[in-house]
């Protein structure tokens, strides 16, 4: 089973080979077993346990991190996308063991790795399908709309509705046209599942709308 990490911070650096560069602090998160009962611990300030992996000071290759650690979401890197390397550290005058992305190579793997799809958490599904039947039976007689119309609306009308939806404050005041792809992705699976007509035998998963 891969490791996941929680990621502690992401600094800019100079690479003596690349120029700038993002160094990608994480601690890896260890299961705790005591009987028939697990829990999850990690370390939260940077220790001998610590992993740093680089990447190209790039944008598009760092927003997908960057959303990670926003949301404080365990990151599991696919480690055969990066290259074991040691390179001296001037700060600690002594060489330390780092994980180079491919993308320094002129490879574009993913850098989530095998991090899962974004998507609309059960409970907002819930929240909104109750907030919707709450409206129907207030105003069904006078505004006779479907959910997707009425999540529709709140998309139009609400500016933190995907900061909301998404549990991320970076996309507050932000419209369906500024998300970006893995968002847009989401918004689209959710937004179709709410059509009433949507044939839900085409859904490759289970049972959210």
Not at 36 to 50: G, I
Not at 71 to 94: A, C, G, L, Y
Request: with cysteine; net charge negative; proline share 6%.
């Amino acid at each position: 089973m891969a490791t996941k990490y929680f990621i502690l911070e992401v600094r800019g650096v100079t690479d003596s080979r690349f120029g700038d560069s993002a160094v990608i602090l994480a601690n890896p998160i260890q299961e705790v077993k005591m009987g028939s009962y697990s829990s999850q611990s990690v370390t939260p300030y940077e220790y001998s346990d610590t992993v740093r992996f680089f990447f190209p000071d790039d944008e598009a290759i760092l927003e997908p991190i960057l959303r990670l650690a926003r949301t404080q979401t365990p990151w599991e890197p696919d480690m055969s996308h990066f290259n074991k390397e040691r390179i001296f550290d001037e700060n600690r005058n002594q060489r330390i063991e780092i994980y180079r992305h491919l993308s320094f190579f002129g490879e574009m793997p993913s850098p989530v790795g095998n991090s899962q799809p974004i998507r609309v958490s059960r409970d907002k599904q819930y929240i909104l399908s109750q907030q919707y039947q709450d409206y129907m039976r207030r105003n069904y007689q006078f505004d006779p709309i479907d959910l997707q119309e009425y999540v529709g609306r709140l998309r139009d009308n609400d500016p933190y509705f995907f900061a909301w939806l998404f549990d991320d404050n970076s996309l507050r005041g932000c419209s369906e046209w500024e998300l970006d792809y893995e968002y847009q992705e989401a918004w689209e699976h959710f937004y179709t599942r709410c059509d009433p007509y949507f044939n839900e035998q085409e859904d490759e998963e289970d049972d959210d709308f």
